[in-house]
């Protein structure tokens, strides 16, 4: 695959799709995102059966590398790039923020490290939820640190020199990603880092063909109740591949985040994980499991190992991505065996094909 040309046919579809909706279809869009989010506060609270498949399979692999989490890695990655900076004062962005409870935990943190000449540009467009991180940066004592920025990050552009860059699950809400991933790259400062834990499946968070497919052989064995979609508060017989990035901004160009940060970027680490048990764990049906029932667990220990399995041997590729990113220095390169970032790019033309057996499964 020629990921110049994926990017190249990536800026031609963004081109064509701002020509057709035109500027009333961004706004409805724009409009749509910031009611969601500000009339859903508990939007980003995961099901218990997520701590339960991430403590048990997505941790594991993550502390070979000093972390435990995904927030644990942005400390380390922060911290460092701290350290590694000249400045008297050091400036680091976040984009996409919502109500900062993520980097006011990081900047409390970083505190608590002996880190204390830094402030974090919290760059949202949600007024509403920068109202409350002010309000909570004061109670947590890191107001000094916290600086609130409302801008539509799809018309970002930087006036500063950053030394470390976070993206937290907010890239694939972002229709111009060229635009983004270049300011951030010609703001970030050579020893600096850009960080990102965020979602690279299929536009809308939809299934490609080949994961479909395996989902729609668990889908049977699930209990009525369990296919109740706490979303868009409905059973669904059969699963229903829904396109979430209709009306919103949801997965808007989900698939295109990897190549263009290939293209832009070279990786410190790199670490690519879960694409089918996606469907099972997160808001829509993920609420129906219980960690305390026996059949629920082994559903989903089947499930997981399954979903691992396929996405080794190239059959699947990967939704989630952990990674930290440098210019203008040479790269630590430190990832999953195997699971590189270019080997992880689902190219829309192309079906992935494995390169090994699928193992056996009772």
């Not at 701290?82 to 976040?94: E, I, N």
């Not at 850009?194 to 889908?219: C, K, Y």
């Not at 469907?279 to 960690?291: A, K, L, S």
């Not at 699947?316 to 952990?322: A, E, N, Q, S, T």
């Amino acid at each position: 695959m020629n990921l110049r040309n994926v990017a190249r046919r990536i800026r031609r579809n963004l081109a064509g799709s701002i020509a057709a909706g035109g500027a009333g279809a961004y706004t409805r869009r724009l409009l749509a995102e910031t009611r969601f989010f500000s009339r859903n506060q508990k939007a980003q609270e995961l099901p218990a059966i997520y701590d339960y498949w991430s403590n048990t399979y997505v941790r594991p692999q993550l502390e070979p590398f000093g972390f435990a989490h995904p927030e644990a890695m942005f400390l380390q990655y922060f911290e460092a790039a701290y350290h590694a900076s000249t400045a008297a004062q050091r400036r680091f962005l976040s984009v996409g923020t919502g109500n900062c409870e993520t980097e006011i935990r990081l900047a409390r943190d970083l505190v608590l490290h002996g880190c204390r000449e830094f402030v974090i540009d919290c760059l949202e467009l949600n007024a509403r939820l920068l109202a409350s991180a002010t309000e909570q940066a004061q109670a947590q004592g890191v107001a000094a640190h916290i600086r609130t920025v409302q801008c539509d990050f799809n018309k970002w552009q930087p006036t500063s020199t950053y030394d470390a860059v976070l993206a937290n699950n907010s890239l694939h809400h972002v229709l111009n990603l060229e635009g983004l991933l270049g300011g951030i790259k010609s703001s970030l400062a050579p020893t600096g880092s850009f960080v990102t834990s965020d979602m690279i499946g299929r536009n809308g968070h939809m299934r490609w063909p080949e994961a479909l497919a395996i989902v729609e052989e668990f889908w049977p064995e699930l209990p009525k109740q369990y296919t109740y979609n706490h979303l868009l508060r409905r059973h669904e017989a059969r699963y229903d591949n829904w396109d979430c990035s209709v009306g919103g901004f949801e997965g808007i160009r989900a698939q295109d985040i990897l190549p263009l940060l290939i293209e832009n970027f070279e990786f410190d680490l790199f670490v690519a994980f879960a694409n089918v048990i996606d469907v099972f764990i997160d808001r829509p049906f993920g609420h129906n499991f219980q960690v305390g029932n026996a059949w629920d667990i082994d559903f989903i220990d089947r499930v997981a190992a399954r979903d691992s399995d396929e996405i080794l041997r190239g059959a699947i590729k990967p939704c989630h991505i952990l990674a930290a990113m440098c210019n203008g220095r040479p790269a630590q390169k430190r990832m999953l065996p195997g699971l590189t970032p270019e080997f992880c790019v689902r190219s829309p033309d192309h079906p992935p094909v494995a390169h090994r057996e699928r193992r056996g499964y009772g």
